[in-house]
């Protein structure tokens, strides 16, 4: 019987392939256990689809814990952003852009927590994107110190997919080299500003600097625990790593590494006196002299495997039960409390003090190292003590008696310390949910084919559920009953695999070995609409009418979340029309099947915009779809629509409002089944500069569209380019009007490839082509420069060899005025429907 329906979940599968909507869990259709209410926890968050979809449940004796960990995954939510095609989905840490962070609002502090988090999301295209984004692509991971690397491959052994890592291994291997330029040979260890280890105003910078300034805030470059632990980490991910890809030379070269950065760690940063890992200047201290005063990230190596024995872990573990060490309130302190330069407070003016405040971004860490000293068995720290750290966590997680989380809190205050309007909601630079799941429910992911749980729970805790966990291609759930009487299904831990008991015992740990998962690749959609750049660049989005305080931008810039404040939305609110119409011109006429709405209602928080009544939706033929079902619209949710397949250059959405309210958009996203071989086209890239017009002699894109202006900074970034690996061929289709050659610059994966050379084509369209080598998987090809004087431009390329076939074919010219949309392919839309002459008009003002 089991068997049968098995084989019948594996068959329906198979069947939904071909779905344009938004990227659902591969194993959707694995069917897990029900014990669990799997609406009640989450009734008060938007996004209600997304979460469902995607987390594991809970149930703990204690409801602090519990509140928070539902929460928690409300929040990352918010921080998913869909930045382009190919690209796909990065993490960010504010809601709201700011100015410090990296290419597509990236930044590198805390990619190792959000790792950690989002591997435990039933769908894997978030952490595969985000990693990508940094290994391949345009994110930068020298900004901050970090350990992304360790982060990738222990994620691995929760998606049980070590070819993605393997197929990465050479880029681990590059990016771990981008920071030998902070590495101390006579030393043997790592240094840097504590600013930018994401720990700025630290103990460094005020012994230094004792009245202030800049060297106060940014410290001194110092050799730190946490740096050198993260360095540490990150070597022997690659270790690991290349042992899967056989490479045992890589693995040999690490290994050698890391031990040395191990032994370097505990000759200069452990200090005897102290009883703890600390700092060490660098300026000015040639005996290498330890600061005195403990530091939080001096807690931090443990985590990472490092120092588990008694001599050091059962002596610094102590300080953090210490209320003249780390323990407060709403601790644990960023510096020990009996420290001169400690305080519990901070100026109002600047963020962030890690000479006291309690940050979510070191808790984290800390939470991490107890938990692995707890399972060391080397020290007496108990089951209870950590379940007080976590609950300590939990309790500062709040607002106003609600879950809760922003930059720092008040160590001994029962208030944020920083937390601005608009900026710091639901800040994103911690972990919370893979603590509960690795640390107090005890889920140790492993890369063999043995699942293994080891909760860390006190003894009076009578019952736990952790249900379907997605693990190796998995569904797994654990509930743990004492007596039988909560679950009834039987005392003692019991283990459920795709939803059914394959473990039953006594005590609350168990090893169960999985049988090789049957889950579907599925292609992953992509999203056209997103647009990462700003208005002015494609896709656009204009409206009938925008309330003043919104923007019709805000339906495709890739952020999703339903918040009054943080704000993030269009809305028609005090329209004059019954009715308005959101459009979205692609740069190019696309294939699509579908449309997915993120409707937004504020009515039941005392607004005025809730889902409209009907919804038309029209495209360059015309009508598409005319929805009229408002009673089963989801709100502050996703509604896919979809119809017959057609080829258009716009969607126009045109809404109908509910009696006496308005209508209101959180983004609009087109998905479309992916480009896995070219010709890949240059005006679906993302363009660092040059713009996209139209040429009358372009014929590869229907209606002329190329890239155009190349100077001497653009950048035109091709990615989701899918190869098996090796070398290739790069074709490029192009018009260069002038007779001099144009050289641009090609790189690959974030490495250069050389220069491709653009000889004068007096406007017509030519090609060029060079060999490049591309990763497995996934590649990120940037063009690289132009010129301002010459015209030229590039089109498209196209690989040929072991690459994916081809690339784009059409070009662009500089400097063209741009009359006329449409000379292929495009109808005339005026002909048709006023409603398509309105928007072409406006598609020419626009550009003029
Ligand atoms: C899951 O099954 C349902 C019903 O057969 C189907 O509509 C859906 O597309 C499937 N989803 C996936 C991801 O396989
Ligand atoms: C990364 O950030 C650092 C610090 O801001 C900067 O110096 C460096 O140029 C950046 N690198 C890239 C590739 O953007
Ligand atoms: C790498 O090492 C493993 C384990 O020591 C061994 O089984 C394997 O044959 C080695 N591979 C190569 C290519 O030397
Ligand atoms: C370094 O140590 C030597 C030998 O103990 C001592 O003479 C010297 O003063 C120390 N230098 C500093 C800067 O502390
Ligand atoms: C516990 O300490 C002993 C030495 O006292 C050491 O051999 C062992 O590896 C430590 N355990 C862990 C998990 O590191
Ligand atoms: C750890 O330290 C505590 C307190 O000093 C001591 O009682 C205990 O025996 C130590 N445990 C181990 C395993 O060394
Ligand atoms: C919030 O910040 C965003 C992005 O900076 C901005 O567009 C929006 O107007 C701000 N909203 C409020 C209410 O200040
Ligand atoms: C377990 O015992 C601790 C300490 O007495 C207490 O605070 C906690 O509420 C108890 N938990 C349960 C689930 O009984
Ligand atoms: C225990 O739970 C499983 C999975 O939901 C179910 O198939 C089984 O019937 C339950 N057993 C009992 C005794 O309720
Ligand atoms: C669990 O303990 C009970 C009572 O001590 C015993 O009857 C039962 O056989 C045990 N079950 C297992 C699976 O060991
Ligand atoms: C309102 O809907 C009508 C009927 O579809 C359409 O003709 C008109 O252009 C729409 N008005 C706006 C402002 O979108
Ligand atoms: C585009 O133009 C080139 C050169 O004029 C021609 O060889 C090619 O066949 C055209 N392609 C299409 C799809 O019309």
């Not at 209101?664 to 010709?679: F, H, N, S, Y």
Request: net charge negative; charged share 15%; aromatic share 12%.
């Amino acid at each position: 019987m089991h068997v049968l329906s098995w084989f019948l979940r594996i068959n329906s599968l198979f069947s939904a392939v071909l779905a344009q909507a938004p990227p659902q869990p591969e194993n959707i259709n694995i069917t897990g256990t029900n014990f669990l209410d799997h609406d009640s926890p989450i009734s008060n968050f938007w996004g209600q689809t997304f979460l469902k979809n995607n987390i594991p449940y809970i149930d703990i004796p204690n409801s602090n814990i519990q509140d928070v960990y539902y929460y928690r995954w409300s929040s990352i939510q918010r921080h998913h952003r869909y930045t382009i095609a190919g690209t796909g989905y990065i993490l960010t840490e504010f809601v709201q852009p700011v100015g410090y962070a990296q290419a597509l609002n990236t930044i590198d502090a805390a990619a190792g927590h959000q790792i950690d988090e989002a591997r435990w999301l039933r769908s894997k295209i978030y952490d595969d994107d985000y990693v990508l984004a940094y290994l391949r692509g345009p994110g930068n991971t020298t900004q901050y110190t970090h350990w992304i690397l360790d982060a990738i491959f222990r994620r691995s052994q929760v998606t049980g997919d070590s070819q993605y890592t393997t197929e990465q291994l050479a880029d681990m291997v590059r990016l771990f080299g981008y920071w030998d330029f902070v590495f101390d040979s006579d030393v043997g260890l790592y240094y840097f500003t504590p600013n930018f280890d994401a720990q700025e105003y630290s103990l460094p910078g005020y012994i230094v600097a004792p009245d202030g300034g800049q060297l106060q805030l940014d410290g001194p470059n110092t050799y730190r625990p946490n740096v050198n632990a993260y360095m540490i980490a990150n070597t022997r991910a690659i270790v690991q790593v290349a042992m899967q890809a056989g490479d045992n030379d890589t693995a040999a070269t690490f290994t050698e590494k890391a031990e040395k950065l191990e032994q370097s760690l505990y000759d200069h940063l452990w200090d005897p006196s102290q009883n703890f890992f600390v700092d060490v200047i660098m300026p000015n201290n040639p005996n290498l002299s330890r600061v005195m005063g403990r530091e939080e990230v001096g807690i931090f190596p443990y985590r990472f495997g490092i120092g588990l024995t008694p001599e050091y872990a059962n002596v610094s573990i102590q300080e953090l039960f210490d209320p003249d060490g780390f323990l407060t309130t709403y601790g644990p302190t960023t510096l020990e409390v009996r420290n001169q330069y400690y305080t519990a407070t901070k100026p109002s003016d600047y963020c962030c003090f890690w000479q006291g405040q309690s940050w979510p971004f070191s808790t984290a860490h800390t939470l991490k190292s107890l938990a692995a000293i707890y399972r060391s068995g080397n020290t007496s720290i108990t089951a209870h003590q950590y379940v007080q750290y976590l609950d300590m966590y939990a309790t500062t997680q709040h607002k106003n008696g609600t879950p809760y989380v922003a930059e720092s809190h008040y160590p001994s205050m029962d208030a944020w310390s920083a937390d601005s309007t608009n900026h710091s909601e639901h800040y994103d630079h911690s972990t919370n949910n893979d603590d509960v799941i690795t640390g107090l429910l005890g889920i140790i992911p492993r890369s063999d084919d043995i699942f293994e749980i080891d909760p860390i729970i006190p003894q009076n805790w009578t019952y736990f559920a952790l249900e379907n966990l997605a693990y190796h291609g998995h569904l797994i759930t654990c509930i743990y009953d004492q007596d039988g009487t909560r679950y009834n299904n039987g005392t003692g831990l019991s283990v459920f695999l795709d939803g059914f008991k394959v473990y039953n015992g006594n005590g609350t740990k168990a090893q169960v070995t999985l049988p090789t998962a049957s889950t579907v690749a599925l292609p992953v959609t992509v999203n056209i609409a997103g647009n990462p750049n700003g208005l002015g660049s494609y896709p656009q989005a204009i409206a009938t009418y925008t309330y003043s305080a919104d923007n019709p931008y805000k339906a495709i810039d890739g952020y999703l979340f339903y918040d009054s404040i943080p704000d993030n939305r269009w809305t028609n609110y005090q329209s004059p029309s019954p009715n308005d119409t959101l459009q979205i011109i692609f740069a190019r006429p696309r294939n699509i099947s579908s449309v997915t709405l993120a409707l937004y209602s504020d009515l039941a928080r005392g607004g005025a915009v809730d889902v409209p009544a009907t919804i038309e939706i029209y495209g360059s033929d015309g009508l598409l779809a005319n929805i009229n079902t408002s009673s089963s619209f989801l709100t502050n949710d996703r509604n896919t629509f979809s119809f017959a397949q057609t080829e258009t250059l716009f969607v126009s959405v045109n809404m109908f409002n509910k009696p006496g309210v308005y209508v209101g958009l959180c983004e609009l996203e087109v998905w479309t089944q992916p480009q896995t071989a070219g010709p890949y086209y240059a005006v679906d890239a993302l363009l660092t500069g040059p713009s996209v017009s139209t040429d009358n002699k372009a014929n590869a894109t229907a209606n002329g569209a190329v890239v155009s202006g190349l100077t001497d900074e653009a950048v035109v970034a091709f990615s989701g380019i899918q190869s098996p690996g090796g070398s290739a061929t790069l074709l490029l289709t192009y018009a260069n009007e002038g007779d001099a050659a144009v050289r641009v610059g090609v790189t690959v994966n974030q490495v250069s490839q050389g220069q491709l050379s653009l000889s004068g084509t007096s406007g017509d369209f030519g090609s060029a082509a060079m060999d490049v080598t591309l990763g497995a998987g996934k590649n990120f090809i940037s063009l690289i420069g132009g010129t301002s004087d010459v015209k030229a431009g590039v089109a498209a390329s196209k690989f040929i060899g072991k690459a994916p076939h081809v690339i784009a074919e059409r070009p662009f010219v500089f400097g063209e005025t741009v009359n006329q949309w449409g000379n292929s392919g495009i109808k005339d839309a005026s002909r048709t429907t006023p409603r398509r002459h309105l928007f072409l008009k406006m598609i020419f003002m626009l550009k003029e």
